[in-house]
């Protein structure tokens, strides 16, 4: 059994800070697992904060995991290995490790929780 270096703890949306960490038009809020984990694994919310001018841009992230459950709204996404999908609230999608993907639009109310491992990682923006 591996030793503990944190303890558990509540992460209350009342706190929440909200921070423009990766892409302008998305706000990210930290749930506090990268810390809680030292690193290990990353979890946020992620929500529209401006509304969808086109895609995103063809990227790829160095990763080990990568989950997604969309919370509220919907998007029209690209996978390289399984074409386009659309996802509407209550959709969850794996994204293979380094897998080439976009997000094509997305509504105005569009809020997901990211799941990721590691917590940091590259990412590489890609021309498709």
Known sequence: MTEKTTKSFAAHAKDA????????????????????TEGKVLAHIIRAEQPCDGPMGYHSH???????????????????DIGEVRVEAGDAWYQAPGVRHEVLEYSDDWQVLEVTMPAEFETHDEVR
């Open 17 to 36: 800070r909200w921070g423009r960490d990766l892409r302008p038009y998305f706000a990210y809020r930290d749930l506090g697992i990268k810390d809680a």
């Open 62 to 80: 160095a990763l080990d995991f990568q989950m997604v459950y969309l919370i509220s709204g919907w998007a029209q996404l690209y996978f390289e």
